[in-house]
T-cell receptor, first 109, second 114 residues
C-alpha cells in the first residue's frame, strides 16, 4: 500500500519560517512534490525533489531524504497570503501522483 | 506548463442522474488523471486516462460508476453515474508531469447531489 503522513495543521506568524514534514511509504517511488491549495482553488505546484537534497524556489524550499522516506517543505518570510493547505505527493510507477492528507497553514499577523 | 479548461465549474444534480465533466488541454499530453476531493479532504486518484486504451482505475473506483473517455491527446471526460449524495464532491482533472516535474490541475467541478 501507499501512505503519506503530514501534520494536519500548523500556525505561524507573519515573517516567520515554518517547516512542514512529510513521511511516506510507497512502492515504485520516483519523487516527492509539494502543492498549495487555497480554499475553493485548484492545487498549484510548488516544488519537486527527485533526488536527495534541497531544492530552493524563492521563499519556498523542499528537501528529500530517500533513505529516510522523508521530506519537508520550508516556507520563509511568511506572508498572510501563504495561508492555505499544503500537500505532499509522491510520484510513483505510471506517473501517478498520490497525495498526503494535507497540512492547513494559518499565518497570523 | 499546460493550461486546462474544465467544465462545468459546478452543478447541482438529482440523485439517480449522471454528470459528465470535460477537460480540454491546450497541448497534447500522454496521460490525464481524474481526482476526487471531498470537502476538507485530500485528493484521491480515481483513474488514469490514456488515449487509445481503457482508463486504469484505482482501488475502490469502477468503470460502471465513473466511465472515462479519452478520444484524443487534448481532451477527456469523466462521467459520474447513478448519482447519490455521497458523490457530492469536487472533481479535478490533471496532466503532467511538465518540464518542471509539476502537474497541472483543472479548476475543478463542484458537484452537489440532492
Amino acid at each position: 500500500g501507499q501512505s503519506l503522513e503530514q501534520p494536519s495543521e500548523v500556525t505561524a506568524v507573519e515573517g516567520a519560517i515554518v517547516q512542514i514534514n512529510c513521511t511516506y511509504q510507497t512502492s515504485g517511488f520516483y519523487g516527492l512534490s509539494w502543492y498549495q491549495q487555497h480554499d475553493g482553488g485548484a492545487p498549484t505546484f510548488l516544488s519537486y525533489n527527485g533526488l536527495d537534497g534541497l531544492e530552493e524556489t524563492g521563499r519556498f524550499s523542499s528537501f528529500l531524504s530517500r533513505s529516510d522516506s522523508y521530506g519537508y517543505l520550508l516556507l520563509q518570510e511568511l506572508q498572510m497570503k501563504d495561508s492555505a493547505s499544503y500537500f505532499c505527493a509522491v510520484t510513483n510507477q505510471g506517473g501517478k501522483l498520490i497525495f498526503g492528507q494535507g497540512t492547513e497553514l494559518s499565518v497570523k499577523p | 506548463s499546460a493550461v486546462i479548461s474544465q467544465k462545468p465549474s459546478r452543478d447541482i444534480c438529482q440523485r439517480g442522474t449522471s454528470l459528465t465533466i470535460q477537460c480540454q488541454v491546450d497541448s497534447q499530453v500522454t496521460m490525464m488523471f481524474w481526482y476526487r476531493q471531498q470537502p476538507g479532504q485530500s485528493l484521491t486518484l480515481i483513474a488514469t486516462a490514456n488515449q487509445g486504451s481503457e482508463a486504469t482505475y484505482e482501488s475502490g473506483f469502477v468503470i460502471d460508476k465513473f466511465p472515462i473517455s479519452r478520444p484524443n491527446l487534448t481532451f477527456s471526460t469523466l462521467t459520474v453515474s447513478n448519482l447519490s449524495p455521497e458523490d457530492s464532491s469536487i472533481y479535478l482533472c490533471s496532466v503532467g508531469p511538465g518540464t518542471s516535474d509539476g502537474y497541472t490541475f483543472g479548476s475543478g467541478t463542484r458537484l452537489t447531489v440532492v
